[in-house]
């Protein structure tokens, strides 16, 4: 068992908006450029910037340090392809334009001068467009600051150039002249990689980062892999675990688990996936996903290309290994040919759609391989990708499947499906113990000395995909800049464990003063998915956006005015789940907490017509808002109805009779939400969270 325990105003203003015109340049700050700020894409070279020195490593081999004074070899001509003057979602000029001799495009979306406070918030994530969704530009506006966004990729640096690009314009733009303009990057899942990367290798280009959701150096593929080996091991048992974790359940998932199944989600567990987040076991196993959760599949193949012949064939490895796991993975081999029946078509005549004579015996078949055969079953045809439907032996062909292949296929053809590759994949974490110290997730597959206890692959995926992603970053912990991590206890892609390991990072590079630069909050009720939560998740999730904002503006009082944020969340790391205080009071952070019983309990048993009484207690954390707004949700469905309390305060405490009139389970929901000014109209920064009990009735 590893346990941790923690603990704008001066300005001037330029000319009107709009009042510029294609006469007007600005010096680029980050290039040797002159650009025309016009819809003329023009470029002029200008021999000053040219002398300025290129961006280089301050290692070799290791990641381009960027200040305000160099130039990126790759981003050194921005070139403004429009400005335009728009009213929605705010007044706000948006300037796109991209980087000369890259596919990397920029957008900047600029409030009217008199809601602009000397500052800019800048999101990074490696699949997002160039384009700042509508919520962001008002939030930015809102918030006194003008919004950055690139067309993702990998890496910080196209946004660094960016970054020091929009001051530039921005200058320009408003006329700013005698103090600097302030910059916050932030970014989730993938883009927390980036956003780490931009705030450990930059010097002035951001004065501080949130990084939200965020993985480790060894996350991907291990985080995938883990759930998918559970996925085989304890589908049938997922329910079950499922109702234990839930509010009102018995708090024992492993009460029907045999010695297998039981050492499976220890070992899912120890790695980090949430227990809690079990309740919702179709999402922690990827029934739904198309892939199974073996999305990375191809990428370790193109790395790792043996991996899949040792894992079968030498000892060691689970797919020899003499256990009732390893008879388990050897059941789920898939070895199975078949013949084409029939062949669905679209209007374009393009096969969609194989009706095939038999299917394999196996439930899962998720991560098949599939060859297809002339009707003599030896010469082949080519590779196919889609999914199989066992109980109706229909293969649906995925989009980006060959085309000439497709053209060859004919009834009476063959189809050669196996599973050796993904059913091998599920355990490639075991194989992957970092050499880092800190993984203490990895501790399972360590002896008592320390050392391996299975073979351990010469490439470690997890590192290069991490270095990729974050543009050679190492997550180092050397921070230049302030940063607050937020990160959420029902995270079942990142784990809410690696939020504390680069805590201890940031420590480690720090020292005892890392708490003047450095903040993390947990925050409950909430998962990886970013964006608005509906449906039946809303009953269990809260959305996050609100923190994030929260954090964003908390983050820029920080640095421009020396006033300190919420102090970061105390908690324990126990067999690497997160656990936190029950009371906002010693939580911290800035999400409330709601303490909700039925009849006194967090589960009753009722006769139908029967009325219980929920009572609640909601609480705000010292100085992070008041309650706004509570939400009821009887049937636990998510749908909310608001219920009016008084006036907005820090504590609020409610009671509520309610009758069931139908047989069955329910889980009621209470919502509550705060706002840090207690501003019950504005949709920024409103900070949510829930209470849920069980009430049975028969």
């Known amino acids: 068992m590893k346990t941790h325990e923690t603990a704008g105003d001066d300005r001037s203003h330029g000319s009107p908006a709009g009042a510029w015109s294609r006469r007007h340049f600005v010096r680029n700050a980050t290039a040797g450029a002159v650009v025309v700020l016009g819809a003329s894409s023009i470029r002029v070279p200008s021999a000053a910037a ?44 948006k300037v796109a334009g991209h980087f000369a001799g890259t596919d990397k495009k920029f957008t900047l979306c600029l409030p009217s001068k008199r809601k602009w406070q000397g500052r800019f918030f800048h999101k990074a994530y490696p699949l997002q467009d160039e384009n700042p969704a509508a919520e962001d530009i008002a939030f930015g506006a809102d918030s006194g600051a003008y919004v950055v966004q690139t067309n993702g990729g990998i890496g910080y640096r196209v946004d660094a150039a960016t970054a020091k690009f929009s001051r530039t314009y921005a200058a320009r733009y408003y ?49 995938f892999t883990v759930r998918a080996l559970a996925r085989l091991v304890l589908r049938n048992k997922a329910p079950l675990i499922a109702d234990a974790v839930a509010p009102g359940g018995s708090g024992d998932p492993y009460a029907h688990l045999n010695e297998v199944e039981g050492a499976m989600l220890r070992e899912a ?21 198309p892939d199974g959760l073996l999305g990375f599949t191809a990428l370790v193949r193109s790395m790792d290309p043996t991996y899949a012949d040792d894992f079968w064939g030498t000892p060691g490895y689970l797919g020899t290994e003499q256990s009732p796991l390893g008879d ?56 196919l990708s889609g999914s199989l439907d066992p109980t109706t032996r229909v293969l649906t062909l995925d989009s980006g499947n060959d085309a000439g292949v497709l053209a060859a296929l004919g009834t009476g053809d063959k189809l050669h499906m196996r599973n050796r590759w993904s059913l091998a994949f599920r355990a490639y974490h075991r194989y992957q113990v970092p050499t880092r110290p800190g993984f203490y997730a990895w501790d399972q597959y360590r002896g ?21 992603t974050s543009g050679g970053g190492t997550h180092t912990g050397r921070i230049n800049g302030k940063v607050i991590v937020v990160a959420n206890l029902l995270d079942t892609d990142a784990y809410p464990w690696p939020a504390d390991w680069y805590r201890a990072r940031v420590k480690e590079a720090l020292g005892k003063g890392y708490d003047d630069d450095f903040r993390l909050w947990f925050n409950d009720n909430a998962d990886h998915l970013e964006g608005p939560v509906t449906g039946a ?44 205080p029950e009371s906002a009071t010693a939580r911290r952070g800035i999400q409330p907490v709601v303490d909700l019983t039925v009849d006194g309990t967090d589960r009753v048993d009722v006769a139908v017509g029967r009325s219980v009484t929920f009572k609640a207690r909601i609480e705000v954390p010292p100085a992070a808002g008041r309650i706004v707004t509570t939400e009821w949700d009887f049937a636990g469905t998510g749908t909310f109805t608001p219920k009016s309390f008084g006036q907005p305060r820090r504590t609020v405490e409610l009671s509520q009779t309610f009758t069931y009139t139908k047989p069955g389970t329910y889980f009621p929901v209470l919502r509550a939400t705060a706002q840090r000014q207690g501003d019950t109209a504005t949709p920024f920064a409103r900070v949510a969270n829930l209470g849920r009990v069980r009430v049975v009735v028969r």
């Open 537 to 580: 998740r809303a009953a269990r999730l809260v959305e996050f956006t609100g923190i994030l904002q929260q954090a964003l503006r908390d983050l820029s009082a920080w640095v421009e005015k020396g006033v300190a944020p919420a102090r970061s969340t105390p908690y324990r790391v126990d067999d690497s789940q997160v656990e936190v």
């Open 328 to 383: 388990l993975i050897r059941a789920a081999r898939i070895d199975h040919q078949t013949t084409v029946k029939q062949i669905n078509r679209d209007t374009q005549n393009k096969p969609t759609r194989l009706v095939l004579d038999t299917a394999p015996s196996q439930p899962d078949t998720t991560g098949l391989d599939f060859t297809a055969y002339e009707s003599d079953g030896t010469t082949v045809i080519g590779t």
């Open 175 to 223: 006329g700013w002249k005698r103090r600097r303009i302030y910059g916050y990057v932030y970014g989730g899942s993938g883009g927390s990689y980036q956003t780490i990367g931009a705030i450990e290798n930059t010097s002035g280009v951001w004065d501080g980062a949130v990084p939200f959701i965020p993985g480790t150096p060894a996350s991907v593929p291990n985080s």
């Open 448 to 468: 008592s000395d320390g050392q391996p206890l299975y073979p351990q692959r010469k490439v470690q995926v997890g590192p290069a995909i991490s270095a990729s």
């Open 269 to 289: 567990t120890e790695m980090g996936v949430p227990l809690r987040a079990w309740e919702d076991y179709r999402y922690v196993l990827g029934l739904t996903a």
């Open 50 to 93: 040219a002398s300025r020195p290129q961006c280089t490593a301050r290692v070799s081999g290791g990641p381009i340090w960027v200040t305000p004074d160099c130039d990126d070899p790759l981003y050194n001509q921005p070139v403004i392809d429009s400005e335009t003057d728009l009213t929605t979602p705010v007044p706000h000029r």
